[in-house]
């Protein structure tokens, strides 16, 4: 059974920095895209990060750009997200999620880790 | 980037009955899109993909169709476990957006 466990969320000021790790096991890690999504509380949900199963291409939702970046360790399974100059808004439960099949990233994610809450609050 | 809605928001409706959700991209994503249900406090379960395709382990009483800008999800025939929210994600660019949910209600 793949799995896709989360850790590093938390309490944080804003302007502060988080880093978000996913464990991935029970799969070929290195052949999946991997993306990030969030969800505010009480909100739907909303598209964060993506990265390619190789780590070559990135792309980000507009409201992170310049602020998050994604990465990967093909090596170590893991999946990061290091979240800068955090703001409020950015307050949310954090998902990895993977791509439904390898080497595509068109078909949606079929599978999801647990989730992370991170909070942004003085 | 591509704006997804749905329609309706919120929808009541009673074991048994067929439902249908809709979801329209602000321009053409060729089939690109997927359907996802997810119940309060738990992540996101993929339902369809490619606009059509059913996920493995998912009942036959979901249903996907549609191309190009407009795409509706059916659920034949509801059951109790069916009472969640619902959100479709377009695939074809980055961003992947979501549209902002439909919460299906027991009546």
């Known amino acids: 059974e793949v799995q896709l466990v989360e850790s590093g969320g938390g309490l944080v000021q804003p302007g502060g920095s988080l880093r978000l790790s996913c464990a991935a096991s029970?799969?070929?890690?290195?052949?999946?895209?991997m993306t990030w999504v969030r969800q505010a509380p009480g909100k739907g949900l909303e598209w964060v990060a993506n990265?390619?199963?190789?780590?070559?291409?990135?792309y980000y939702v507009d409201s992170v750009k310049g602020r998050f970046t994604i990465s990967r360790d093909n090596a170590e399974k893991s999946l990061y997200l290091q979240m800068n100059s955090l703001r409020a808004e950015d307050t949310a439960v954090y998902y990895c999620?993977?791509?439904?099949?390898?080497?595509?990233?068109?078909?949606?994610?079929?599978?999801w880790g647990q989730g992370t809450l991170v909070t942004v609050s003085s | 980037d591509i704006q997804m809605t749905q329609s309706p928001s919120s929808l009541s409706a009673s074991v048994g009955d067929r439902v249908t959700i809709t979801c329209r991209a602000s321009?053409?994503?060729?089939?690109?899109l997927n359907w996802y249900q997810q119940k309060v406090g738990k992540a996101p379960k993929l339902l369809i993909y490619a606009a059509s395709s059913l996920q493995d382990g998912v009942p036959s009483r979901f249903t996907g169709s549609g191309s190009a800008t407009d795409f509706t999800l059916t659920i034949s025939s509801l059951q109790p476990e069916d009472f969640a929210t619902y959100y479709c994600q377009q695939s074809y660019s980055a961003p992947g957006t979501f549209g902002q949910g439909t919460k299906l209600e027991i009546k």
């Open positions: 029970r799969f070929t890690f290195s052949s999946y895209w």
């Open positions: 321009q053409s994503i060729s089939i690109y």
């Open positions: 999620a993977r791509a439904c099949h390898d080497y595509y990233d068109t078909n949606g994610y079929s599978h």
């Open positions: 990265i390619k199963y190789d780590g070559s291409d990135k």
